[in-house]
């Protein structure tokens, strides 16, 4: 099992900047894959960005490229996302994930794991 704790959320201007953070523990050898996914009310969860943990590879959503950066700290076991010029529509319950197999994984169904989710307001 792999326990994954995020925290960073909280209420911001658009145009501002937020950095969340997930701590995982557990077995977490096992887990190849860490990503963010995120849930506006009334929407399915979505991709945001995903980091294989040995090899440092990212893939974002289009949405975000060039705004958000993910990005882990080994000795830490902690996964970032970093978030730059927030939109309104950026409002949404951010969700990190970690996945046993190892790639650019953009599908929900793909990760093992959940965290309880942090709360990401922006307001316009």
């Known amino acids: 099992q792999v326990q994954l704790v995020e925290s960073g959320g909280g209420l911001v201007q658009a145009g501002g900047s937020l950095r969340l953070s997930c701590v995982a523990s557990?077995?977490?050898?096992?887990?190849?894959?860490m990503g963010w996914f995120r849930q506006a009310p009334g929407k399915e969860r979505e991709f945001v960005a995903c980091?294989?943990?040995?090899?440092?590879?990212?893939r974002y959503a289009d949405s975000v490229k060039g705004r958000f950066a993910i990005s882990r700290d080994w000795a830490k076991n902690t996964l970032y996302l970093q978030m730059n010029s927030l939109k309104s529509e950026d409002t949404a319950v951010y969700y990190c994930?970690?996945?046993?197999?190892?790639?650019?994984?953009?599908?929900?169904?793909?990760?093992?794991?959940w965290g309880q989710g942090t709360q990401v307001t922006v307001s316009s």
């Open positions: 994930g970690a996945a046993l197999a190892y790639g650019l994984l953009s599908g929900r169904h793909e990760y093992d794991y």
């Open positions: 980091i294989t943990w040995s090899g440092g590879n990212t």
């Open positions: 557990g077995r977490t050898f096992s887990r190849n894959t």
